[in-house]
């Protein structure tokens, strides 16, 4: 992540994915993430299982649907983003934020790639305000050797 110039926000919490993704997709910058984390949990964990706030559901379908595409072991497939977290092996998975633009950006980097997931705006301001050349100049490091 410090190649990439990302500064981790937190942990992924065992068992708190949707909850935490939720924070990371309303959240507009690092400051409000941080200071909704913690508090996310509780005020979701009052509403009712019926009345679920709607980034609450948009972040459950976002973790256990199989709609992130992704290639295992030379396969390409669809798989979920739960799935992706749990097996990521030797690779580090935060909530971080590219210093360029501060947005809360979840980042999960394994063996087989790269996933980058925030808000669409947040992530294409991020891609344009560097972190696309970050990622650039980092792969083809890799491909160099």
């Given at each position: ?116 997931c925030g808000p669409s705006p947040k992530v294409q301001e991020a891609l344009g305000a560097g972190l696309r050349d ?12």
């Amino acid at each position: 992540m410090e190649a990439l110039d990302l500064q981790e926000l937190a942990d992924i919490p065992a068992g708190g994915v949707v909850r935490s993704l939720v924070v990371c997709l309303m959240s507009v910058d690092s400051e409000e993430f941080q200071k909704r984390f913690d508090e996310e949990f509780t005020r979701v964990a009052e509403h009712s299982s019926v009345h679920l706030p709607p980034a609450f559901a948009f972040a459950e379908y976002l973790t256990f649907a199989r709609i992130v595409p992704f290639e295992w072991d030379s396969v390409f497939s669809a798989d979920s983003l739960g799935n992706i977290l749990t097996a990521q092996g030797h690779g580090r998975a935060a909530y971080a934020y590219y210093r360029g633009n501060n947005a809360p950006l979840l980042v999960i980097t394994i063996p087989a790639g790269l996933l980058i997931c925030g808000p669409s705006p947040k992530v294409q301001e991020a891609l344009g305000a560097g972190l696309r050349d970050r990622i650039l100049s980092y792969s083809g490091s890799f491909q160099n050797r």
